[in-house]
């Protein structure tokens, strides 16, 4: 089930709610999508990208990941990897390395062999691709981590008439069984209006559109 909250990303308070624009971001608007680049208006030298991806089925809606978006599931780590970079255990450790494995039900190490070099059991790896890249790893979850964190007002962006003209939506799980954490942006003016925001709250991270 996606979270029920959404957000807009500008308003400095109305009596009828609307959200007030300054008028550089919406002579900035009136290029997009035509100039995706001078509208959106990133910072040359970003500390993090913000990747949007353009969806197949709407012209005004995008996925978000923080970093390359997920085309592939990544390969297996080794175990020497898989222990150190996800179960904070030294490798070169052998007693940690050896408590570790009986703690998970795996059979002792094995002498006289180099077994940490070899990738990491496939049962572990498809488990943490099914669960953790999901919900914390991947690009897509952690853009929405990254962004349910900072200061974004509750509501949809609407437009000095009312109208609503974009939202992010925060989807945690889509389905029983799939655990996929992602952001969507939809709306006319969304990226724009994000973009604002971010260097509004002092961010140092870049929206960039993917053909």
């Known amino acids: 089930m996606p979270i029920t909250r959404r957000h807009f990303l500008l308003c400095t308070g109305s009596v009828l709610g609307a959200c007030l624009l300054p008028p550089a971001f919406l002579r900035r608007l009136a290029r997009f999508p035509a100039e995706p680049a001078a509208a959106i208006d990133a910072p040359s030298s970003p500390q993090r990208i913000l990747y949007a991806t353009p969806s197949d089925d709407a012209d005004d809606r995008w996925q978000l990941a923080l970093g390359r978006p997920t085309t592939e599931y990544p390969s297996a780590p080794s175990w ?15 007693v940690a390395v050896a408590r570790w494995l009986k703690a998970h039900g795996h059979p002792a190490a094995p002498a006289g062999s180099d077994w940490l070099a070899g990738p990491v059991a496939g049962p572990i790896w498809e488990d943490y691709l099914d669960q953790r890249f999901f919900i914390y790893d991947s690009p897509e979850a952690q853009a929405l981590h990254y962004l349910s964190e900072l200061k974004l007002a509750h509501g949809p962006l609407r437009d000095p008439t009312g109208d609503c003209v974009g939202q992010l939506e925060f989807f945690a799980g889509t389905m029983p069984g799939g655990e996929s954490h992602f952001v969507e942006a939809e709306g006319e003016a969304i990226l724009p209006a994000l973009q604002h925001r971010l260097r509004e709250l002092g961010e140092n991270t870049a929206l960039q559109i993917l053909p």
């Open 80 to 94: 020497r990897e898989w222990l150190g970079d996800y179960e904070s255990v030294d490798p070169a450790d052998s």
